[in-house]
């Protein structure tokens, strides 16, 4: 059964640490997807990649998150430094998109997610 | 302007009909509509997707007319199990963002 894997699961650290969340997309997916989710914003994409290179993470607070893919089994989300307000559940996802075609026409399995939490 | 449009909010009982329905005027001539749903602690999974007029799978049908400005989810004889946020999700050509982004989603919750 195929599925997107996420590690950690859950991970309290202190402000100011470095935070660093993988991914590993279904085999043969090219496009995956991070979010955030938060009570009060909801699902926000923050970035995403097609055959490993990155589209778009203009979601993405630049100064402090990075989001990487070094090889097609793992997909990277670096936080440094760390602040309270990245407290949230972060989900990857991934997808097969056709190629040239837009991505909303790809079905996207999620994974379980890292709950995060800054003291 | 807001891709999608829906209901905050839905109650219902178990073994009734729900219908959530969607707006999206702004919908792209080769886009399709797709409903994911979310359980707590879970990350959304897809349910269904379709293009024009009716789909039906083993979860939901999803109604679509001619004109494809909006949609409507239908989940036959709910029970407490499909308690959940279900979203709606649609491209927007006027901006050309083809990512796909999630709104507040329908928070649906099945009593007994």
């Known amino acids: 059964d195929a599925r997107v894997t996420q590690t950690p699961r859950h991970k309290v650290t202190e402000m100011g640490q470095e935070v660093t969340m993988r991914c590993q997309p279904i085999?043969?997916?090219?496009?995956v997807f991070w979010y955030r989710q938060t009570m009060m914003q909801g699902l926000e994409l923050l970035a995403y990649f097609r055959n490993r290179a990155p589209l778009d993470d203009s979601g993405m607070p630049k100064d402090r998150f990075s989001a990487e893919m070094p090889d097609a089994t793992l997909a990277t989300l670096k936080i440094q430094p760390s602040e309270p307000r990245d407290s949230a559940v972060y989900f990857c996802?991934?997808?097969?998109?056709?190629?040239?075609?837009?991505?909303?026409?790809?079905?996207?399995?999620f994974g379980q997610g890292t709950r995060l939490t800054v003291v | 302007l807001a891709k999608t449009t829906q209901p905050i909010s839905m109650d219902s009982y178990e073994g009734q009909e729900v219908n959530i329905t969607c707006s999206h005027n702004n919908i792209a001539t080769n886009d399709y509509i797709t409903w994911y749903q979310q359980f707590p602690s879970q990350g959304p999974r897809f349910i269904i997707q379709g293009y024009k007029t009716k789909v039906t799978n083993e979860v939901a049908s999803l109604f679509i007319p001619a004109d494809r400005k909006s949609s409507t989810l239908s989940l036959p004889r709910v029970s407490l199990s499909d308690t959940a946020v279900y979203y709606c999700l649609v491209g927007d050509e006027r901006s050309n963002d083809y990512k796909l982004s999630f709104g507040a989603g329908t928070t649906v919750t099945v009593r007994a």
């Open positions: 085999l043969g997916h090219n496009t």
């Open positions: 996802a991934s997808g097969l998109a056709s190629q040239g075609g837009p991505l909303m026409n790809t079905e996207a399995f």
